[in-house]
């Protein structure tokens, strides 16, 4: 037995117009009436494990230990992709393994006690009697959860898995002068977010520099005149320290929430005006 | 009094941008501040009765016993059509007489044990003091949804009715070789939903052959070359057990999750592609 | 130390599609999982200053007293706008200082017990340690509200403010014969509403007439035929008591749900069909 959990989160790309979701929360209350579930997403494009992928990385940290994460994005529902639990020190990820726990799983490579292990969902006494190869959400995940929020273990509900599939992702390359990285998300305020990490833009921006141990918060002012960030035709010399640094309707670049570097138009939408859009490269250039 | 119920749902076509579903939580919890609202979807097409039908009927029975269902879409609001609340064997359903119930009313009428109970609401003691004519669902249903799940009784709420309003369902016809229906609902993904049941399908694909007590579930090789679904321009000769057994980007049919038959393009939008809509007739023909 | 509360709203311009919304309720449910969070909305329009305090204003009232309600419409999100907690009679309100709640101040002040107290948020133990410039929502906000669930006192969060600021207000001009207000929401069904209440409007009509302490609910029939109320091309005669009244497809004008008049469509949508929008003139006439 796990300890028990009070918290399901769910992640899917089913919209919320259908009934989809709905049922999910009825059939995990039915097994667990106690537990509490919370929505982090269900307008992940239709299909597309990388946004996926990005989403669940980005939220489960700021859960309470042993949440356990739902995320369904499942191009290949019904067919031999298996379904999994995936166990870390922070909590449970029931989903395909298809590549939706990419970024988790690289992140928790980045950690120290980063481990984690994972069965394939095979016992049939936690899911639904009849499975539906059109909906797994409903009659394999949404159970499986609510059973290991009952505290069912994981060597109750299928054999360990070693290779669990992750995407390759998007690459960022290094030169003398350059850092080239790409926008891998835009949020709903149009916001262009990156894959290039504060540290790695740190640690890229100063290295050129007579700097011995000065990595930590970004000092903006030291740097401020030593760089080009430019994505499509639009050119940044500085980073801002908030939006509102900024004129109203100017782009800017910033370190946003997720800890990336974002492109944004302060009380605008970077996305719709700027023409940039996800996959998009952008440069980041030092004067040398 | 009724045994309290821990949850009520929410079918709503209010959507999410406004207040009012919102609101209706407030008041709920002002009453019982201990129970679990679950929201099944506020996106149902503004007035579409239909489409609330076919909403609650195909997410109620996922749902613990006793929970409360409130379904609010309402376009005689205000008029002199009756509120009301219904109690079947799983549960209680809060609602205008206005055929929200049609196929929730139809499906236990082909269970067994499928009785119901109903009551126009009338007693002002559950209401609030001051009914808006414009939003029932604040000063109505959503108090009343919430004295129910603290045990209140139908007989405490008002006087029994029988003459629960249906619409007419759209029909199946069905001829020596061929079965017709049509497309009734369409869900996020642009999967396109009929009313033809597993069922219907089965025993029409099967009758004409020499099968004895066969029904059951589809056994889709047997019968994959001997009929023809058509919709519109699009031809389909099998039915899938999974999108993925189709090429990315072409249609299929398949049998969904709401047990009907569907017309789908794996990965891909079928409402997008193939030029069809809600009320379009799908045509099962088979070979005699 | 307050009394502590199960209950925190959030209302916020953050959408749904971003795991934004999820993580806030992480980092609540982190430091306290008892409190049960409920979405008023997150699609007030981007930076919408005043949709937001519109928003709250017509939600609170309807939830438990001591409710802690989050409102996050941000746009100077890491200047040096304040960040605060306001205390009413009926409940706390975690948001910037920046004129989210200039509805409901005023409308406390209309009311004979409608103090207020509020305090900038200064004291680091109740946020996160890091705050991110872009994400106050996350790192201020929900910190706060959770630790204000648990009974944390305003004493303990920072220092007393009384200049809470508030935007102007659309007024309403009178003449002898005219009451002009304006359009000020428009809700997802497309009804206009305005900032004429039910009583500014009453004590206007009835104004001219030798009627003595007749102000209470309006006689829709005394006055049916003594006025008229102009939008754009629109001209409407009487004011109906429901959409009903009226036949499908036909403008009317109503004392909507938030005690204020609207100018509607029954069965349809009179934004998209009447050509008005926020912002545009509701002019009432009277005969005299």
Do not use: W
């Not at 290039?196 to 000065?214: A, H, M, P, Y």
């Not at 005149?225 to 640094?245: D, V």
């Amino acid at each position: 037995m796990n300890i028990p959990s009070p918290f399901i989160t769910l992640t899917t790309d089913f919209g919320t117009s259908d009934v989809y979701v709905g049922v999910m929360k009825g059939v995990i209350l039915n097994i667990n009436p106690n537990v509490q579930i919370v929505d982090i997403t269900h307008a992940v494009s239709p299909q597309n494990i990388h946004e996926a992928a990005f989403t669940i990385n980005s939220a489960y940290r700021f859960f309470p230990k042993g949440t356990i994460h739902v995320i369904i994005v499942d191009p290949g529902v019904g067919s031999d992709r298996q379904a999994m639990v995936c166990k870390t020190e922070d909590g449970f990820f029931v989903c395909p393994n298809n590549g939706v726990l990419s970024y988790l799983l690289q992140h928790l490579e980045s950690e120290e006690d980063g481990t984690s292990e994972a069965v394939i969902i095979e016992n049939p006494t936690y899911i639904l009697p009849r499975v539906c190869n059109t909906f797994h959400g409903r009659d394999i995940f949404a159970p499986i959860a609510a059973h290991l929020s009952l505290g069912v273990s994981l060597a109750d509900i299928g054999t360990p898995i070693r290779n669990l599939i992750r995407f390759p992702f998007p690459a960022i390359h290094t030169t003398h002068d350059t850092l080239t990285g790409q926008i891998i998300n835009v949020d709903s305020f149009g916001n262009l977010i990156t894959n290039i990490t504060e540290k790695v833009l740190i640690d890229f921006l100063l290295s050129s520099e007579s700097n011995e141990g000065t990595v930590g918060e970004l000092d903006k002012h030291t740097i401020s005149s030593q760089f080009e960030i430019k994505a499509g035709r639009t050119s940044l010399k500085k980073l801002n320290g908030t939006y509102a640094e900024s004129e109203a309707g100017k782009p800017l670049a910033i370190i946003g929430s997720f800890g990336l570097l974002e492109i944004a138009i302060n009380l605008g939408n970077a996305e719709a005006h700027l023409g940039l859009k996800s996959g998009d490269k952008v440069i980041v250039r030092r004067s040398v």
